[in-house]
């Protein structure tokens, strides 16, 4: 096996993999040489060349967010490493552990006019959990010491025996800093900075490792809930008659069913789920703005909760947002191990603990429900808002709504869903999922730039299909995600093209007018069709609501290529009909 001839790139690479840390994307560039040459040499990790950095990062954003592990990511010196700040500030808002390795110049050779020099130490200090920067092992020819950082000495054992004890320095600096970073993504489940220093030559290799590193591993313990809080909420709860609980982000599986079953028998509790938050049951309340857009005042006063809880990530639905600013609740309790934003300026409590930990400790003790017509109120609204919607559907043309209507129903069981950003994860809050069907998107920015990329690293690491519903905008945007050759046969793309921002139409302000079409909605008649020539996708497309129901039939069985279905929509129409719908299932 050949190995880096550099002994930072050695211990960088030994201490990945005694981590665990297996998944390694690269950009390619000459100053990470030696990272590349260690990795790629050592079959014990998974290596993936993504040329464009912020496709890369995005892509081991979403090979992390899929497998709840660190993911890393090496680019060379200079802008390439500013390129990975999108998927950096999504990771550090999503908990996303994402490991950024950066190769540097050395010390002397920055603010001089070196070529792809930048300043890099502490680059992402505003989103990043951890910044390691490691020191440059001193260089030694035929023997001797040659940096101009040693000392003169009188005799030559002196100059030696100084070398020695400073490049022993620098390796044991370099190893706890290595350490303390591998071991806050692992933890703390968020993105990490190492930037790595190297001098030429940078492609020698060795046939022997010679270094040594250890694995300074720390051992996680679970928060311990404060029992005198724990006394506290219950208290509160067996005398409140109204109680809220609103579900952002989650991964899947993150709570025992009879806790949500327990929840669920709760006559004083309403559940709102949001796509995003992977949790399922009949009593439940999904579709959160098909709920809380069309009501009235004295409604929502009604609505108003004595007790809010909250777990998952963001929350999309601005609906509710507005809502509980406005009608805030005695008590908001926020569930989670490291945060808690006070998201409804009433946060009062943040118990640091799992959610499922905090249920069960928490459920078993409280008093049988005392009486409330609180969920029953809301059940009947939640029936005549899904009548209303169905009937709906059935009177409106082809538009935005029909498609995702006709989409979301069409996914396969057991398989993954990527969202897009903007208009597409807000239609898909409207409608019921299959709940086999496991909901990933990149809430914690909320940007268009990477979706693409993180569905595909996404699906380069997973067992099942994956499906991503995307926006034109969104998709063009991202279009460098499928350069690669990572890109499984049975990847999905649904692509809805209404021919710009399609969401700055719904949103107030005058519209048909150059001024708008140009600079906000960004008008274009641009297809998918040549990028999939490119990357050999299959492509087909659907103009109507007959074409769309006969593609979906066969778009989801097995192939030699990946496919991507391009749907056409009316661009001036598909805001009147979201708009209206909120009208009409009031």
Same mark, same amino acid.
């Given at each position: 096996?050949?190995?880096?001839?550099?002994?930072?790139?050695?211990?960088?690479?030994?201490?990945?993999?005694?981590?665990?840390?297996?998944?390694?994307?690269?950009?390619?560039?000459?100053?990470?040489?030696?990272?590349?040459? +260690?990795? %790629?040499?050592?079959? =014990?990790?998974?290596?993936?060349?993504?040329?464009?950095?912020?496709?890369?990062?995005?892509?081991?954003?979403?090979?992390?967010?899929?497998?709840?592990? &660190?993911?890393?990511?090496?680019?060379?010196?200079?802008?390439?490493?500013?390129?990975?700040?999108?998927?950096?500030?999504?990771?550090?808002?999503?908990?996303?552990?994402?490991?950024?390795?950066?190769?540097?110049?050395?010390?002397?050779?920055?603010?001089?006019?070196?070529?792809?020099?930048?300043?890099?130490?502490?680059?992402?200090?505003?989103?990043? #959990?951890?910044?390691?920067?490691?020191?440059?092992?001193?260089?030694?020819?035929?023997? $001797?010491?040659?940096?101009?950082?040693?000392?003169?000495?009188?005799?030559?054992?002196?100059?030696?025996?100084?070398?020695? +004890?400073?490049?022993?320095?620098?390796?044991? =600096?370099?190893?706890?800093?290595?350490?303390?970073?591998?071991?806050?993504?692992?933890?703390?489940?968020?993105?990490?900075?190492?930037?790595?220093?190297?001098?030429?030559? #940078?492609?020698?290799?060795?046939?022997?490792? %010679?270094?040594? &590193?250890?694995?300074?591993?720390?051992?996680?313990?679970? &928060?311990?809930?404060?029992?005198?809080?724990? !006394?506290?909420?219950?208290?509160?709860?067996?005398?409140?008659?109204?109680?809220?609980?609103?579900?952002?982000?989650?991964?899947?599986?993150?709570?025992?069913?009879?806790?949500?079953?327990?929840?669920?028998?709760?006559?004083?509790?309403?559940?709102?789920?949001?796509?995003?938050?992977?949790?399922?049951?009949?009593?439940? $309340?999904?579709?959160?703005?098909?709920?809380?857009?069309?009501?009235?005042?004295?409604?929502? *006063?009604?609505?108003?909760?004595?007790?809010?809880?909250?777990?998952?990530?963001?929350?999309?639905?601005? *609906?509710?947002?507005?809502?509980?600013?406005?009608?805030?609740? !005695?008590?908001?309790?926020?569930?989670?191990?490291?945060?808690?934003?006070?998201?409804?300026?009433?946060?009062?409590?943040?118990?640091?603990?799992?959610?499922?930990?905090?249920?069960?400790?928490?459920?078993?003790?409280?008093?049988?429900?005392?009486?409330?017509?609180? $969920?029953?109120?809301?059940?009947?609204? *939640?029936?005549?808002?899904?009548?209303?919607?169905?009937? @709906?559907?059935?009177?409106?043309?082809?538009?935005?709504? %029909?498609?995702?209507?006709?989409?979301?129903?069409?996914?396969?069981?057991?398989?993954?869903?990527?969202?897009?950003?903007?208009?597409?994860?807000?239609?898909?809050?409207? =409608?019921?999922?299959?709940?086999?069907?496991?909901?990933?998107?990149?809430?914690?920015?909320?940007?268009?730039? +990477?979706?693409?990329?993180?569905?595909?690293?996404?699906?380069?690491?997973?067992? *099942?299909?994956?499906?991503?519903?995307?926006?034109?905008?969104?998709?063009?945007?991202?279009?460098?995600? #499928?350069?690669?050759? @990572?890109?499984?046969?049975?990847?999905?793309?649904?692509?809805?093209?209404?021919?710009?921002?399609?969401?700055?139409?719904?949103?107030?302000?005058? !519209?048909?007018?150059?001024?708008?079409?140009?600079?906000?909605?960004?008008?274009?008649?641009?297809?998918?069709?040549?990028?999939?020539?490119?990357?050999?996708?299959?492509?087909?497309?659907?103009?109507?609501?007959?074409? #769309?129901?006969?593609?979906?039939?066969?778009?989801?069985?097995?192939?030699? %290529?990946?496919?991507?279905?391009?749907?056409?929509?009316?661009?001036?129409?598909?805001?009147?009909?979201?708009?209206?719908?909120?009208?009409?299932?009031?």
């Amino acid at each position: 096996m050949k190995y880096p001839k550099i002994p930072l790139a050695q211990t960088v690479v030994q201490l990945c993999k005694l981590k665990n840390i297996r998944h390694i994307v690269i950009s390619p560039g000459s100053r990470n040489a030696p990272l590349t040459i +260690g990795f %790629t040499n050592d079959s =014990f990790f998974n290596c993936y060349s993504i040329v464009d950095e912020r496709c890369a990062a995005f892509f081991a954003l979403g090979i992390a967010q899929r497998l709840h592990e &660190p993911a890393v990511v090496i680019c060379t010196s200079g802008s390439a490493l500013l390129n990975y700040y999108p998927a950096i500030s999504e990771a550090f808002y999503s908990d996303i552990p994402l490991v950024v390795l950066s190769a540097d110049r050395p010390k002397h050779l920055i603010g001089i006019g070196d070529g792809q020099t930048i300043n890099q130490k502490n680059v992402y200090e505003n989103h990043i #959990l951890y910044s390691a920067n490691l020191k440059l092992d001193l260089k030694v020819e035929n023997g $001797f010491a040659t940096k101009e950082e040693l000392p003169i000495f009188k005799s030559i054992e002196n100059k030696l025996e100084r070398f020695l +004890g400073l490049q022993q320095d620098i390796q044991s =600096f370099n190893e706890t800093e290595l350490n303390k970073a591998f071991n806050t993504a692992w933890f703390k489940n968020g993105p990490v900075h190492i930037n790595v220093p190297f001098d030429e030559p #940078l492609y020698e290799t060795v046939n022997e490792l %010679t270094i040594q &590193p250890k694995s300074n591993d720390i051992s996680f313990t679970r &928060p311990t809930i404060d029992q005198t809080e724990l !006394k506290n909420c219950i208290n509160d709860w067996d005398v409140s008659t109204k109680k809220m609980i609103l579900v952002g982000v989650l991964p899947p599986n993150q709570i025992e069913q009879q806790w949500l079953d327990k929840l669920a028998d709760d006559d004083s509790v309403i559940v709102f789920t949001e796509t995003t938050s992977n949790l399922h049951h009949a009593k439940f $309340f999904p579709s959160i703005d098909k709920i809380i857009a069309p009501l009235e005042n004295a409604n929502f *006063k009604a609505l108003q909760p004595d007790i809010l809880i909250t777990l998952g990530g963001l929350v999309v639905s601005k *609906k509710i947002k507005a809502f509980l600013r406005q009608y805030q609740p !005695k008590h908001h309790w926020h569930i989670d191990v490291k945060k808690a934003n006070d998201t409804f300026f009433c946060l009062d409590k943040h118990i640091v603990a799992q959610p499922n930990d905090f249920f069960s400790a928490f459920l078993p003790k409280i008093k049988p429900v005392i009486k409330s017509n609180y $969920f029953d109120t809301w059940m009947t609204v *939640k029936r005549h808002r899904s009548k209303k919607h169905l009937e @709906y559907i059935k009177h409106i043309g082809f538009s935005d709504f %029909t498609v995702f209507s006709l989409v979301l129903k069409s996914l396969p069981n057991k398989t993954i869903l990527q969202l897009g950003n903007s208009s597409t994860v807000r239609y898909a809050q409207l =409608f019921n999922l299959n709940p086999s069907v496991e909901v990933y998107c990149n809430r914690g920015t909320s940007g268009i730039d +990477g979706s693409t990329s993180t569905a595909v690293g996404c699906a380069a690491v997973s067992q *099942k299909q994956t499906t991503f519903i995307t926006g034109d905008l969104s998709f063009f945007y991202d279009s460098n995600a #499928l350069w690669n050759t @990572y890109i499984p046969n049975s990847f999905r793309i649904i692509l809805i093209n209404n021919q710009g921002g399609g969401i700055f139409r719904i949103l107030p302000g005058h !519209k048909n007018t150059e001024n708008f079409d140009y600079f906000f909605e960004t008008k274009h008649d641009l297809t998918a069709k040549q990028l999939c020539e490119m990357y050999h996708i299959d492509y087909t497309t659907a103009n109507n609501e007959i074409e #769309l129901r006969e593609n979906l039939k066969t778009f989801y069985k097995k192939s030699n %290529t990946p496919r991507l279905l391009e749907i056409f929509t009316p661009r001036t129409e598909n805001d009147s009909i979201l708009l209206d719908y909120f009208k009409y299932v009031r």
